[in-house]
T-cell receptor
Framework: GESVGLHLPTLSVQEGDNSIINCAYS??????FIWYKQESGKGPQFIIDIRSNMDKRQGQRVTVLLNKTVKHLSLQIAATQPGDSAVYFCAEGGGSYIPTFGRGTSLIVHP | GAGVSQTPSNKVTEKGKYVELRCDPISGHTALYWYRQSLGQGPEFLIYFQGTGAADDSGLPNDRFFAVRPEGSVSTLKIQRTERGDSAVYLC???????????????FGEGSRLTVL
């Protein structure tokens, strides 16, 4: 089966709310994780990454949290905007850093 | 252009035909990846090049699929005797490097949508 997966296939939020997208992984040896955003008809776009020696990393309006104990990571988007509507993928990178993608969560932001 | 370019953007072919999909990576990027994405799924790894050589082709589903990168820049994904199950969006990505000190950030093209009738 897939080594990376998502709990919720669809997440609907109101504009201005904070969004949390969750992801579980099964390979305890994974040492690198990436979040990608994919808009309709486009390729995935890098958002933020985190290495296994960290448990939190912040970017612009986004925060990734990594819990190695339960093999879980999350992407938090602050003050969600309609432009954030997309499918979000977590990807796991092993030693070769070839990302392995999960199924994705569709984020829908209502104005 | 500044980004990864893929051609054609759409390709419709008949079962049994041969198809080539082209990828122009970002200039200077040594690492190049091919992924395949079916509707409602995440991208599925096919093959990874570091320079001219295929460093990892473990994702190619069978021997009908082949990819080349003869000069370490442009890459072509070749599919022989296409089947209906090959229908998908084929994504290409490039990065400055892979592993070690690299950031691991991949820059994706918009994909080539292949439809096999």
């Amino acid at each position: 089966g897939e080594s990376v997966g998502l709990h919720l296939p669809t997440l609907s939020v109101q504009e201005g709310d904070n969004s949390i997208i969750n992801c579980a992984y099964s390979n305890s040896a994974s040492d690198y994780f990436i979040w990608y955003k994919q808009e309709s008809g486009k390729g995935p776009q890098f958002i933020i990454d985190i290495r296994s020696n960290m448990d939190k990393r912040q970017g612009q309006r986004v925060t990734v949290l990594l819990n190695k104990t339960v093999k879980h990571l999350s992407l938090q988007i602050a003050a969600t905007q309609p432009g954030d509507s997309a499918v979000y993928f977590c990807a796991e990178g092993g030693g070769s850093y070839i990302p392995t993608f999960g199924r994705g969560t569709s984020l829908i932001v209502h104005p | 252009g500044a980004g990864v370019s893929q051609t054609p953007s759409n390709k419709v072919t008949e079962k049994g035909k041969y198809v080539e999909l082209r990828c122009d990576p970002i200039s200077g990027h040594t690492a190049l990846y091919w992924y395949r994405q079916s509707l409602g799924q995440g991208p599925e790894f096919l093959i990874y090049f570091q320079g001219t050589g295929a460093a990892d082709d473990s994702g190619l589903p069978n021997d009908r699929f082949f990819a080349v990168r003869p000069e370490g820049s442009v890459s072509t994904l070749k599919i022989q005797r296409t089947e209906r199950g090959d229908s998908a969006v084929y994504l290409c990505a490039s990065s400055l490097s892979s592993g070690g000190a690299g950031t691991g950030e991949l820059f994706f093209g918009e994909g080539s949508r292949l439809t096999v009738l």
